[in-house]
């Protein structure tokens, strides 16, 4: 993962809170250290995360979105190659779950996310392998 460290470009955190209906996500999504958006998500339904880039050839580049849930390591969970994202890898913890995709006209790399559960309740990175 140390080729990741550099590169960490956004974060999302999902963060669980309890509310009158039960459970329910709280997306907070961060590009660089501005707050972009906060939605409300339910345990099983789905997600959309959104990586923009910018200053950098995306198009050229290998992506990785990574999580880490509070008090617990950085988990790999998916990455995509460049610079057609024909090479798709998944952790087992998301494998069918989740899929990465990628729009290098838009600048863009996305995770869809669906059935989401308790257990995906994290701080989610995007990162570029360094050159």
């Not at 550099?6 to 209906?21: D, F, P, Q, R, W």
Request: glycine share 8%.
């Amino acid at each position: 993962m140390d080729n990741y460290n550099k590169g960490i470009y956004l974060y999302t955190s999902l963060l669980l809170t309890a509310v009158e209906n039960g459970l329910t996500f709280i997306l907070t999504e961060c590009k660089g250290q501005t707050l972009t958006e906060s939605v409300v998500i339910k345990p099983g339904n789905n997600l959309k995360l959104t990586c923009t880039f910018s200053g950098i050839d995306v198009g050229a580049a290998d992506i990785s979105w990574i999580r880490q849930a509070e008090g617990k390591a950085l988990e790999w969970i998916s990455h995509i190659s460049a610079p057609s994202g024909s090479g798709k890898y998944y952790s087992k913890t998301v494998e069918g779950r989740f899929t990465i995709s990628r729009d290098n006209s838009k600048m863009q790399v996305y995770l869809h996310m669906t059935n989401l559960q308790t257990e995906d309740t994290a701080v989610y990175y995007c990162a570029r392998k360094t050159q």
